[in-house]
């Protein structure tokens, strides 16, 4: 019994330590609802097929993909299809 209160001890201080660390460090403050398409579309690497180095379309995507359904979740399919292109190099 003595054990498992020596733990919770130990986890509650622990915590109160991560508390305290979280709210001392920056963060980024920055929400869906504030970045233009234009952060949006620097924050993704223009596509460039190689296969040999397993760059496909697929494996790009998929690095990607969060940002095409969270940060442009209250897009059109029309502008999330021009953010793609730009990313292709076609306008």
């Not at 020596?6 to 986890?11: D, M």
């Not at 579309?41 to 180095?53: R, V």
């Amino acid at each position: 019994m003595d054990d498992l209160k020596n733990s919770l001890e130990r986890q509650s201080s622990l915590i109160e330590l991560l508390v305290k660390i979280m709210s001392l460090s920056p963060r980024a403050n920055v929400s869906n609802s504030t970045m233009t398409p234009d952060s949006i579309a620097n924050s993704i690497n223009e596509f460039t097929f190689d296969p040999e180095c397993g760059i496909t379309f697929v494996a790009w995507f998929k690095r990607h993909e969060d940002l095409f359904t969270n940060d442009c979740k209250e897009w059109d399919e029309g502008s999330k299809l021009r953010l793609l292109l730009r990313k292709f190099g076609v306008s």
